[in-house]
Nanobody
Framework: QVQLVESGGGLVQAGGSLRLSCAAS????????MGWFRQPPGKEREFVTA????????YYADSVKGRFTISRDRAENTVYLQMNTLKPEDTAVYYC?????????????????WGQGTQVTVSS
């Protein structure tokens, strides 16, 4: 069992930065692939970024490539999402998720555990 708790959301002006954290509990966290998804107001949940269990491979949605960076600290059981040059369209609830198996990293159904989400609001 893995429990995920996100933090770091808030209100920021366009062009600003935020860093989200996802703290995980569970002895096997280090063997899980991790991802970040977001759900804008009135829209479906969408893929943002993902990282493999050892941090060796990362994936990004085209909309955030070059602006967002995912990383993980296996010793601290934490995954981070550094978000730079934020835009109003980045406004959403951001969710951290963990998956046991490899593959389909952009599909939310591939993830086994989810955090409660943290709100990010970018003002213009």
């Amino acid at each position: 069992q893995v429990q995920l708790v996100e933090s770091g959301g808030g209100l920021v002006q366009a062009g600003g930065s935020l860093r989200l954290s996802c703290a995980a509990s569970g002895r096997t966290f280090s063997s899980y692939g991790m991802g970040w998804f977001r759900q804008p107001p009135g829209k479906e949940r969408e893929f943002v970024t993902a990282i493999t269990w050892n941090g060796g491979i990362t994936y990004y949605a085209d909309s955030v490539k070059g602006r967002f960076t995912i990383s993980r600290d296996r010793a601290e059981n934490t995954v981070y999402l550094q978000m730079n040059t934020l835009k109003p369209e980045d406004t959403a609830v951001y969710y951290c998720a963990a998956r046991i198996y490899v593959g389909a990293v952009k599909n939310p159904t591939a993830y086994d555990y989810w955090g409660q989400g943290t709100q990010v609001t970018v003002s213009s």
